[in-house]
């Protein structure tokens, strides 16, 4: 059973709207934070929203502020991100991780933090 599964993404114009899912196996028991993290082509991967799991604390990406949300379910299984307002510049891969331990309130959007990804759901913005 693979640890995390992105679904949603792909082709989008302007303006629309998306809606991201991730499903957790049931052995990711331990989370910490949850995450979706995207990679445009020829960029570094960046964070684009994170919630820590037990309080339901949020923390977003300057750039997708007011329109993206970030929401998972108490058991820690799902994982969302609906996404509005969609601009060509959201075109990346888009990626669901894991943390399994505190690294720092400020690192949430730092990748390397992350221990465990799923394989990527590729969102497309055209104008």
């Known amino acids: 059973q693979v640890p995390l599964v992105e679904s949603g993404g792909g082709p989008v114009q302007a303006g629309g709207s998306l809606r991201l899912s991730c499903v957790a196996s049931?052995?990711?028991?331990?989370?910490?934070?949850m995450g979706w993290l995207r990679q445009a082509l020829g960029t570094e991967c960046e964070g684009v929203a994170a919630v820590l799991t037990g309080v339901g604390i949020t923390n977003y990406a300057d750039s997708v502020k007011g329109r993206f949300t970030i929401s998972h379910d108490n058991a820690n299984k799902y994982l969302y991100l609906h996404m509005n307002s969609l601009k060509p510049e959201d075109t990346a891969m888009y990626y669901c991780?894991?943390?399994?331990?505190?690294?720092?309130?400020?690192?949430?959007?730092?990748?390397?933090?992350?221990?465990?990804w799923g394989q990527g759901t590729q969102v497309t913005v055209s104008s």
């Open positions: 049931a052995h990711m028991y331990s989370i910490y934070q």
């Open positions: 991780a894991a943390k399994s331990r505190a690294t720092g309130a400020l690192r949430w959007a730092i990748a390397n933090d992350y221990d465990t």
